[in-house]
């Protein structure tokens, strides 16, 4: 079992930079294939990127490759979102995600715990 909890979302103009982070209590993210999706209202989770146990495996949405980072660190149990070249559509709330099998899923059913989710916001 793990509890997540994500950060560092807020409001940016197109164009800057955030960076989430998600950090895990009551277990260690070590044991978990880790993801981020986002969803916006009436809309369905959307998978943004995913990381395997030891960062060996890495996914990304291809609207966000080349502009998002997914990293973690198995030792301070933290999970990172960098996003550069932030755009409108971006605009959701950003959720991190756990799951038990060492390996990537897309689907949102595929992952057993999530945290609160963190609002960003990106004006145009």
């Known amino acids: 079992q793990i509890k997540l909890t994500e950060s560092g979302g807020g409001f940016v103009q197109a164009g800057g930079s955030l960076r989430l982070s998600c950090g895990g209590s009551?277990?260690?993210?070590?044991?978990?294939?880790l993801g981020w999706f986002r969803q916006v209202p009436g809309k369905e989770r959307e998978f943004v990127s995913g990381?395997?146990?030891?960062?060996?495996?890495?996914s990304y949405l291809d609207s966000v490759k080349g502009r998002f980072t997914i990293s973690r660190d198995n030792d301070k149990n933290t999970l990172w979102l960098q996003m550069n070249n932030l755009g409108p559509e971006d605009t959701a709330v950003y959720y991190c995600?756990?799951?038990?099998?060492?390996?990537?899923?897309?689907?949102?059913?595929?992952?057993?715990?999530w945290g609160q989710g963190t609002q960003v916001t990106v004006s145009s």
């Open positions: 009551e277990g260690q993210i070590s044991s978990f294939t």
């Open positions: 990381i395997t146990w030891y960062s060996d495996r890495i």
């Open positions: 995600a756990a799951r038990w099998i060492n390996d990537i899923e897309t689907s949102p059913l595929g992952y057993n715990y």
